[in-house]
């Protein structure tokens, strides 16, 4: 794992943001192969969306569209334990996703003016579930959870067919689906997939989407940037990152672990660490050595904390590493210090953020009752993670009665006719004409 040695320098936000490891990723790359992808599927629906399965992921579904009684018999089949642990994710999701619903307000501006502030729910939403090196029954938990919150009434979630399952969704994704009520859902994958919930699939009687939400590979996030202006999109998720901000207090070893549990994801998953300390430095470089060579998937942890995108960087003191942080604008932020909620003080971007040794990013991932749908590759320092926000859209509700337009007639005519807009000051007068 490289180290990033920024003791004794002094660097301006923009130079720290070059400075910071990334992983070289490039989404325009893709989408040529993507916007072929998604016009095959709008000139030949089902066809198209089977042939790109048979491509992609190794097989042809026997249907699309996942049948009622297939969910119902993957709930049954589910592993009582990981029922236990989705209902209880379901339910700290629902409590906390609870307090992000604005309430209904209502401004007095004048006697007879006032602006109604509110908050609608998206009509339909689609949820992209991905399936490929890691099955995500959580992602169905942290996507629908605050949906329902929001108050959306139509919901499709689109997942890769499963060689292993005869082209099937994935039986713990369906069965996620079916303990929230999800009735609609759809063996498809990758651009295709987005382009379905886009545009729509008469075929499969699946109606197209205002909004999409669910990360996924490049091709994926290719794919969202392409239709967004058509539908809404949460963001173009890219690889998962940690950065952990630690001092000599951290313990070495659970630093380690939380660096190799989001490394375990995918070869471009970033780690990162910034500490005030070399001692932990180089006991954390040791405990990495020992973990990625014993866990799971070993190959993947280590070309993950191997890559550009995963550094040890060295600051002189907590000022620094939360400057360091903030322009590196983690998805997960970790704060292992003396005094956590000092560093918390100094910190503008992150996803989400975890305080002490006893909340690691891994509880995030689904027992927490934050959401894990979060900004990737510095997105944080302007975007926020999946919330019931996400699917509420506000609206100002204008109502004046005949006195309070008559109060401000004569200042809108004045700005109509400093606009040139005089027809704009005509409509509110022509309300007095006798």
Known sequence: MQTLDLRDTQHSRAELSRLAPRAHIDVSTASVAAAELIADVRARGVDALLDQAQRFDGVRPAQIRVHSAEIADAISHLDPVVRGALEEAIDRVSKATQAQVPERTVTQLATGAEIIQRWQPITRVGFYVPGG?????????????????AGVGSVAIASPPQKDFGGAVHPTILGAAGLLGVEEVYAIGGAGAIGALAYGVPELTLDPVDLITGPG??????????????????????????LIIADETADARLVAADLVSQAEHDEQAAAVLVTTSQPLAVAVAAELDKLAASTHSAARVTAALTGPQSAIVLVNDVVAAAAFSNAYGPEHLEIQTEEPGRVLDLIESAGAIFLGAYSPVSLGDYLAGSNHVLPTGGQSRFASGLGAYTFLRPQQVVRYDKSALAAVEKQVVALSHAEDLPAHGDAVEARFRV
């Open 217 to 242: 590979n490049v091709y994926v996030a290719a794919a969202k940037r392409l239709v967004r202006g058509d539908v809404g999109i949460d963001s173009e998720a890219g690889p998962t990152e940690i």
């Open 133 to 149: 090196k890691a099955v995500y029954p959580s992602s169905v938990v942290m996507s629908v959870v605050p949906a329902h919150v």
